[in-house]
């Protein structure tokens, strides 16, 4: 079994659409979790991280269930410039010196016009 | 201002040969990273570095040595480069906290590594 599991799409929606990708982890010795971006032959970029109480930023909301050790990611309003690979990411690092992400393979997203 | 930079951004090179990729970040952070990412997009850790002490080794070939000569720079050489070495090679930078782990990496652009 994976570290971290995604569904790896890819999810074809139009523009303006509401979008939902969902993440399971492994570890339950997790300390951190993340949703990374990554464009086409680019590098994973921050998106947001992700607190156990759930947290938005924008059109972009994700939520944390550490009992079931699930993970969400809900994009609103969905642009065309949203289309990208979206990494669900947890640190099974405490901060310290042992920082260390473990990717899920990404879900991929691409908005139509 | 580029952040975490990497040279070369593409390497292509025969099987057997030996490389490096250089990698620096002008962020002042203590802890630098090197990445694997395969063909399937999968992206994995293989090494960690703080303050030029490795700290995360994953299950890598000792082909594979990292070098760190100061805390802005983590090099990678790879010895007798195999065909199942091809990969985008990221290295990505932290800093280290003991209050939180929720420190965000940031990554470099990328090598691709491409062995014939």
């Known amino acids: 079994r994976k570290e971290v599991e995604q569904d790896p799409g890819p999810f074809n929606v139009p523009e303006g659409a509401t979008v939902a990708f969902n993440c399971t982890y492994s570890?339950?010795?997790?300390?951190?979790f993340f949703w990374y971006r990554q464009d086409c032959r680019k590098e994973p970029k921050l998106l947001m991280s992700?607190?156990?109480s759930g947290n938005e930023d924008g059109r972009f909301t994700a939520q944390l269930n550490r009992a079931s050790q699930y993970i969400s990611l809900l994009i609103r309003d969905s642009k065309l410039s949203d289309s990208a690979t979206y990494l669900c990411?947890?640190?099974?690092?405490?901060?310290?010196?042992?920082?260390?992400?473990?990717f899920g393979t990404g879900t991929l997203l691409a908005v139509q016009p | 201002d580029t952040a975490v930079s990497q040279t070369p951004k593409y390497l292509v090179t025969q099987m057997g040969n030996d490389k490096s990729i250089k990698c620096e970040q002008n962020l002042g952070h203590d802890t630098m990273y090197w990445y694997k990412q395969d063909s399937k997009k999968f992206l994995k850790i293989m090494f960690s570095y703080n303050n030029k002490e490795l700290i995360i080794n994953e299950t890598v070939p000792n082909r594979f040595s990292p070098k760190s000569p100061d805390k802005a720079h983590l090099n990678l050489h790879i010895n007798s480069l195999e065909l199942g070495d091809s990969a985008v090679y990221f290295c990505a930078s932290s800093q280290r906290t003991s209050v939180s782990s929720y420190n965000e990496q940031f990554f470099g652009p990328g090598t691709r590594l491409t062995v014939l």
């Open positions: 570890n339950s010795a997790s300390q951190s």
């Open positions: 990411v947890v640190n099974i690092g405490d901060g310290g010196a042992t920082n260390k992400l473990i």
């Open positions: 992700v607190y156990s």
